[in-house]
């Protein structure tokens, strides 16, 4: 009988903590629209891999962090990703029996509300003149999440060296 794997919570942190990385990593002023939400991606991937040791606990920190990384009014993205993780959490027990392409609609819809949201908080925090480009991270969050997916199964599978 197969026992199921289980995932340390190191790994977990640091697969946060390389996303919060690719997160906040410089790019030229036109690219920055084509980043992925990166931390948004991981942060998912978890909640629904682990949901009884992944949540919104870890939303929050890693958004503080991103807030104080980024300089953005402290809380925002604490708020953001503090609600995809309740999003994913809500969404878990229908999720894990979808196929990946009707995972990554669901992924798109879910990283498209917290973009929203924060499209939301940018306007009431000063002016912002808003464009519908702020949904391209979630297309290409939804385009990437097959592959995500599929990369984390198969790294969880391998065998251990005891």
Request: hydrophobic content about 60%; charged content about 10%.
């Amino acid at each position: 009988m197969a026992v199921p794997v289980r995932t340390s919570l190191f790994w977990v942190w640091l697969s946060l903590l390389l996303a919060l990385c690719l997160q906040v990593m410089p790019m030229a002023e036109g690219w920055q629209v084509w980043r992925p939400d990166w931390l948004g991606l991981m942060l998912i991937y978890w909640c629904m891999q682990q949901p009884e040791r992944v949540g919104v606990f870890h939303g929050f920190v890693f958004g503080l962090l991103l807030d104080l990384i980024e300089g953005a009014p402290l809380g925002q993205n604490a708020l953001i990703l503090s609600l995809l993780a309740f999003l994913g959490a809500l969404v878990y027990p229908r999720f894990r029996t979808y196929s990946l392409i009707q995972q990554a609609v669901l992924i798109l819809v879910l990283l498209g509300l917290s973009q929203l949201v924060e499209q939301w908080l940018r306007t009431l925090f000063g002016p912002f003149s808003m464009h519908l480009s702020f949904l391209i991270p979630s297309l290409i969050g939804a385009a990437l999440w097959p592959w995500l997916a599929t990369l984390f199964k198969a790294l969880g599978r391998r065998p251990a060296n005891d």
